[in-house]
């Protein structure tokens, strides 16, 4: 089940419907109840996996807050329970490819072995759904009580509220206890409340299904054979792939937002016009910045941020993003990812803070356009390490971008036109608020009519919706 569904509708209604009309005590009691239902759709068996490890989280603040070894315990809880089912296969892979170990390099194989050695008919570990979400908020919910950044005391009731949080359960945006729980303690939503939580709602479907899901059409042929391409037609695949996961995962963001808004919640944003950026350093000022906020409190300044020199702080930048990259999923793509990003940002520091630099004639709007165009294009390609099954096939793909290689054309190079006007609207909007202020009283509006022409795509469309890319993360 995923927000853009009947069944999800048919739950929200339910629960929209009950929760505004019973006490607060019961307001949350059912928005536990109506997350459990909605997580079980994934699985079951999950949902009785992540009731399993809120109870062990809880008993491990119960007993052992005020111990030394508290943070060093809940982390390692937390991070083994994410590793032995994120990282598992990624693992043994990888020492059976170093060492030459024939069993422990492929899954099949890994699996057959587990089932001979446990006895068992089938073996296989199945990833939980959003357990790299909800890690993330249990690691920082230990973190902040041992800082005591949180004050108050928390019970189980607390945990559960927060972490079967039904917006956020898909993909975020990553919440801090500190930040949500007070909302649990008095919701409130009044008429403009309501109003900008369906408009949110819209704008995310729009960008899910109009937009995103369209670009998708044209450019995940290309992921299944990329050799097969053009150099010129994978380049434009990573500016459409960049528009894909832009719309694909603000639109999951602002569903998350505007659903919180009807249950009287408000939540962070996680987009800030991000291909706005003026350098490597602001992108992550503008991109999920939930996740972005997250390493570097909790993993980046922990290391020693920028206070123990430059090649320090260069080291912290590394270890940050490749774990940050790895966060994304168990391959090599995405820690060869982290690790690039990581030495953007460093050398991007470096020369920053060589004075030297200063005194580089500037030409206005031209050093800029460059600039631009040079950090943009380099996020862009490295990019191509989400879309490619291997680190082999993403350097092929980034070589044959380089020397335009002859290839297979991608087609309908129209509708990523079309999907990057929105892009650059949706932008200007975030941009410049002020600019368009004055068109607020129209959205309104249009919701009614907006709502009557999504609930046709959905009735007529219910298997067609691809799932939402970063979901998987």
Known sequence: MNFISIKFLALFIVLYVFYWNVS?????ILLIIASCIFYSFFSFNFLIHLIFIILIN??????????????KLIVGVNLFNLILFKYFYFVLELIGQIFGIGVLSEKTELNRYFSSLLNLKVFELVLPATISYYTFQFISLGVDLKKKVISEKVEFFDIASYILFLPVMIAGPILRYKDIRSQFENPTMNEKDMADGLWLILVGIVKKILLSDLIALSIYPVFSKPADYSGLSLLYTSYFFAFHLYLDFSGLTDMARGIGKLLGFS???????????????????RWHLTFSFWIRDYIYIPLGGSRKGELRTSFNLLITFILGGLWHGASLNFALWGFLTGIFL????????LQFME?????????????????????????????????????????????????LELTALETGFYVGVFTFLFHSV???????????KYKYRILPF???????????????????FYAKF
């Open 24 to 28: 607060l005590k019961k307001k949350r």
């Open 58 to 71: 809880f008993l491990m603040i119960k007993y052992f807050l005020q111990k030394e070894v508290f943070v």
């Open 267 to 285: 939540l962070p944003e996680n987009f800030k016009a991000p291909f706005f950026l003026s350098n490597f350093g602001d992108f992550w000022r």
């Open 346 to 353: 460093s050398i991007e520091r470096f020369f920053g803070n």
């Open 359 to 407: 005194k580089i004639p500037k030409i206005p709007y031209l050093s800029f356009g460059l600039k631009y165009f040079f950090v943009l294009h380099i996020y862009l390609i490295s990019w191509v390490l989400f879309f490619t099954p291997d680190v082999k096939t993403a350097l092929l793909v980034m070589k044959n971008i380089a020397i335009m290689k002859k290839g």
């Open 430 to 440: 975030q941009e410049w608020p002020d600019a368009f202020r004055k068109f607020e």
């Open 450 to 468: 907006g709502y009557i022409l999504v609930l046709l795509v959905m009735i007529s469309n219910q298997s067609g919706n691809l799932d939402f």
